[in-house]
């Protein structure tokens, strides 16, 4: 990755190589003497973030401040440090967004309006593509030598999409009221931008939202006429295993940060399930349905909950726009959801969902950086066929695991590169109820 600003912004470090955790990850674990197959998913080394925070960093002339506009950049912390530096550019973002960011700061700079107030700029992008531009299938994966030859280990090499093109949404946050003189400014943005980022490279910026966010105030506004329950949320493609998957992804929503990984991840799951006995699936922790959309038709009927309102009615939304009908999505959370289905309790939230029907084989959870913690759930987990653990964080995913490998063995171990450069770690494991 060419970036001037590597090891002095709090973002990435040279010294956070794929090798050095693999390494960490197979010393923590254990891996070589588990006996599972283990997979390494080696995101691109740039371009792949979908998603990012700035601060908004202002310099003034000095020549004739009582004119001139301060310049403005995006700031990130200083590794190590109280203080903040100019990012002129962030290439781990998706190309789409680099662009249209470069395009974005000379129009903001030249708008008192735009400009005023603006504290903080947040992007998200997706990859959409149309199917003969996606890759159809993972690379060859290769043996891996980094470490001992008794490993197992296999390792695909994931490159950057040749032809790339994205949606963009870019979220503006305030600390002003956004009146009506701001809100005719904002709307001429989403053409504006998308006019630049055509000039400088054509068809790689596919729609254009801008959301200006101020205390209790949300502005949408897009090149295209929308219906305005989507208007804050971009279409992503996700080639899961040959197959193509939509979604809609939401402003402001948590979704996977790595483009790539996340079809990668997803791919994993899927071909990884393919020679259990597969009956009904329970996802807890589920987001915007990333998971149970791509897995559900290895499955007769999906149970997803998940703990945010917004996320957990987007669910029913990526089903119907991927055609799926055997997903039922719940607002729970997971400690609910245990109550709910040990029938402790009963939910409100659940009339109309007949959960006795449910005849779950498979659970996948992909719990926050905490992890499970919880006796009374990690037994509750226990208490299923097969579990698909997706883990951001090692340390609580050892913790469970010391539970859970009581009744259940990992058959297979992924490390997904989902935050290059950085000391991040995203697995994914497969455990199988021991006999
Ligand atoms: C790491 S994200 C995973 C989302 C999803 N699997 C995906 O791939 O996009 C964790 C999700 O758990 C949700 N969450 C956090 N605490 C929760 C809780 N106590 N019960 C249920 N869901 C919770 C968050 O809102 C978030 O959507």
Redesign the pocket.
Known sequence: MVCSVVDICGGCERSNTLESKVRELYECFNIGALGSRFHLYASPDSGYRARGEFRIYRESSGVDSTNALPSLYLSMSAKGKNSRIKIQNCPILLPALQSVLQALLPLLQHSNILSQKLYAIEVLGSRFSTQEHLPQSLPKPTAMTWLDSSSQGLCYAIEPDEWQCSDVAITLIYHKRLDSTYEQAARELPCALKALCEQAVPKMVREITIVARSKNQKLCFRDSIMDSSVQDCITDVVQVCGKPYFYLRKEGQ???PNAYMNACMLSFAKSMIQAHKRVDLLE?????G??SIALAECFNKVLV????KT?SAHISRNALLNNITNITSVR????ETMSALSGEREFYRLKGVDISSFNFSHILI???RSGIGDGAMLAFIAGFSYIIY?S?NPASLLKDLQVLLQTHSIENFALFDQFPHTHHKECALILRKQA
């Open positions: 948590f979704c996977q807890m922790y589920g987001g915007d990333n998971f909950t998940e703990v945010v996320a729970l959370s997971g400690a992909d719990p926050p997706i951001c």
